[in-house]
């Protein structure tokens, strides 16, 4: 084999380095809220869909592109390479349902501050999850069954399934993904922030207890970190649906690099929630500190108060 170019080296390099950025950051994510006893958000577990699909993502797709971007082609077979097409539209799909069962449940809290902890309790949440994963991973698996041919981008280094060969089940299935997400995503968080603007407004609402559980829960900083984890999330994979506008339209643009910067982008939005979490949430802030006390400090028993529980709990 020839030595690797200098350029070759240094996108393999990137690669590895998004790699291990993407698993570090959700590892921590999970370690985080499944350590953490204290009274929590039933949202945790929407958190804990989208850190596992960013971790599958870190572990089984992006580590097959390292050794590719040295020697400039896949070297991993037709198979592997379908699978690897397979998981990056349902690991797509499931966090883009994920946020958008996120945004229903802000939605409520607004929408009913006073039966919101009835309408979302611990199973429900995790039942729509489970359906979630189940029902995507059915959906998106018509070209892992041999329906669709896939395709080797090399600009990216990655293994992407060749859309445009099935143009029906493409528009299906961008249909039954994107429209009901887009649509409840763009409603809800319309709504909660025109709570917001109307509470601060000083709108006089006549049942104080009703205005009591909406002023709290209009108060928690979970609103602004979904709503910024939900815009992370589209501006990180604009560019490339851009390009790929772009490209159909107009052809491919010659400019080197730019196929490789939006896919690589796009995927380093699997890293981002760890610091989005880290800097807007109080809570995940509360219990990262948990967990690493809990490291440092197995032989000691942590004090309630740091869980936020009574002494009585």
């Given at each position: 084999?020839?030595?690797?170019?200098?350029?070759?080296?240094?996108?393999?390099?990137?690669?590895?380095?998004?790699?291990?950025?993407?698993?570090?950051?959700?590892?921590?994510?999970?370690?985080?809220?499944?350590?953490?006893?204290?009274?929590?958000?039933?949202?945790?577990?929407?958190?804990?869909?989208?850190?596992?699909?960013?971790?599958?993502?870190?572990?089984?797709?992006?580590?097959?592109?390292?050794?590719?971007?040295?020697?400039?082609?896949?070297?991993?077979?037709?198979?592997?390479?379908?699978?690897?097409?397979?998981?990056?539209?349902?690991?797509?799909?499931?966090?883009?349902?994920?946020?958008?069962?996120?945004?229903?449940?802000?939605?409520?809290?607004?929408?009913?501050?006073?039966?919101?902890?009835?309408?979302?309790?611990?199973?429900?949440?995790?039942?729509?999850?489970?359906?979630?994963?189940?029902s995507v991973a059915m959906m998106c698996c018509p070209?892992?069954?041999?329906?669709?041919?896939?395709?080797?981008?090399?600009?990216?280094?990655?293994?992407?399934?060749?859309?445009?060969?099935?143009?029906?089940?493409?528009?299906?299935?961008?249909?039954?993904?994107?429209?009901?997400?887009?649509?409840?995503?763009?409603?809800?968080?319309?709504?909660?922030?025109?709570?917001?603007?109307?509470?601060?407004?000083?709108?006089?609402?006549?049942?104080?207890?009703?205005?009591?559980?909406?002023?709290?829960?209009?108060?928690?900083?979970?609103?602004?970190?979904?709503?910024?984890?939900?815009?992370?999330?589209?501006?990180?994979?604009?560019?490339?649906?851009?390009?790929?506008?772009?490209?159909?339209?107009?052809?491919?643009?010659?400019?080197?690099?730019?196929?490789?910067?939006?896919?690589?982008?796009?995927?380093?939005?699997?890293?981002?929630?760890?610091?989005?979490?880290?800097?807007?949430?109080?809570?995940?802030?509360?219990?990262?500190?948990?967990?690493?006390?809990?490291?440092?400090?197995?032989?000691?028993?942590?004090?309630?108060?740091?869980?936020?529980?009574?002494?009585?709990?």
């Amino acid at each position: 084999m020839d030595e690797p170019s200098v350029e070759a080296l240094m996108q393999a390099s990137l690669i590895f380095v998004v790699g291990v950025a993407i698993i570090l950051s959700n590892l921590l994510i999970i370690a985080t809220f499944l350590n953490f006893r204290g009274p929590s958000e039933v949202i945790k577990y929407y958190l804990l869909s989208l850190a596992t699909a960013d971790l599958f993502c870190g572990l089984l797709v992006v580590p097959l592109s390292i050794y590719p971007a040295l020697v400039r082609r896949w070297v991993y077979g037709d198979v592997v390479c379908r699978l690897v097409g397979y998981l990056e539209i349902t690991l797509l799909a499931v966090s883009v349902y994920t946020f958008m069962w996120m945004s229903v449940d802000r939605y409520l809290a607004i929408r009913k501050p006073l039966r919101y902890e009835t309408v979302q309790t611990k199973t429900r949440c995790q039942c729509w999850m489970a359906f979630t994963w189940i029902s995507v991973a059915m959906m998106c698996c018509p070209p892992l069954l041999g329906f669709n041919k896939p395709i080797f981008d090399r600009e990216a280094f990655i293994c992407m399934l060749d859309w445009g060969n099935m143009a029906a089940y493409t528009i299906t299935l961008s249909i039954l993904v994107l429209g009901p997400s887009v649509i409840t995503i763009v409603y809800t968080y319309t709504y909660i922030f025109s709570m917001m603007r109307r509470l601060r407004s000083g709108v006089p609402i006549h049942d104080k207890e009703y205005a009591t559980a909406l002023s709290e829960n209009l108060s928690n900083p979970s609103h602004i970190m979904s709503f910024v984890l939900v815009m992370a999330f589209w501006l990180s994979w604009a560019p490339y649906a851009g390009l790929k506008i772009y490209s159909t339209v107009n052809g491919p643009p010659q400019v080197p690099f730019l196929q490789f910067a939006v896919v690589w982008f796009g995927i380093l939005n699997s890293f981002w929630k760890a610091i989005i979490l880290g800097t807007l949430s109080p809570q995940f802030r509360l219990a990262a500190r948990v967990l690493c006390l809990t490291l440092c400090c197995r032989h000691r028993r942590l004090p309630p108060e740091l869980l936020g529980l009574d002494d009585d709990d």
